[in-house]
């Protein structure tokens, strides 16, 4: 009867470990599959002649863009199914021009640590 008891404490505890092997495996899994298809979406999203400069929200559903298209800077409209261009800007009626680092975006191994310092180094505290 002891032998017994004792053989059923050791089951459910191996069952404990193992379920905690599967899900610790499922994390890891997961973690791996997020991370390579992030870098592979930013991968497809880097163009050198089309990018997004600024993004204001009008709406729920309904934005206007400023994109720079090769040396050309345009203002759209971006709604659910339609896209409009607004007007055509020159570089100098730009406010705020965005520099070349910001231009490269985000490096794929770039930590979080350094993305908060560029940002600490942008607002400064009070």
Same mark, same amino acid.
């Given at each position: ?9 050791? *089951? +459910?505890?191996?069952?404990?470990? +193992? ?10 899994? !997961? =973690? /791996?599959? !997020? ?7 930013? #991968? ?7 990018? /997004? &400069?600024? !993004? ?15 040396? $050309? =800077?345009? &203002? ?5 199914? &339609? ?6 800007? !020159? *570089?100098?009626?730009? &406010?705020?021009? %965005? ?14 640590? *350094? /993305?908060?310092?560029?940002? $600490?180094? $942008?607002? %400064? #505290?009070?």
């Amino acid at each position: 009867m002891i032998l017994l008891g004792i053989f059923s404490e050791w *089951e +459910s505890f191996f069952q404990l470990i +193992s379920i905690l092997l599967i899900f610790l495996f499922v994390l890891v899994i !997961t =973690y /791996v599959t !997020t991370r390579w298809i992030g870098q592979y979406q930013q #991968g497809m999203m880097q163009n050198k002649n089309i990018q /997004v &400069v600024e !993004t204001f929200r009008v709406n729920n559903n309904k934005f206007i863009q400023i994109i720079q298209v090769g040396k $050309k =800077y345009l &203002v759209i409209s971006v709604c659910k199914d &339609v896209i409009n261009i607004l007007a055509e800007l !020159t *570089e100098e009626e730009l &406010v705020w021009k %965005p520099s070349q680092e910001e231009n490269r975006g985000i490096k794929a191994n770039e930590s979080f640590q *350094e /993305v908060l310092g560029r940002l $600490k180094d $942008k607002f %400064p #505290g009070k």
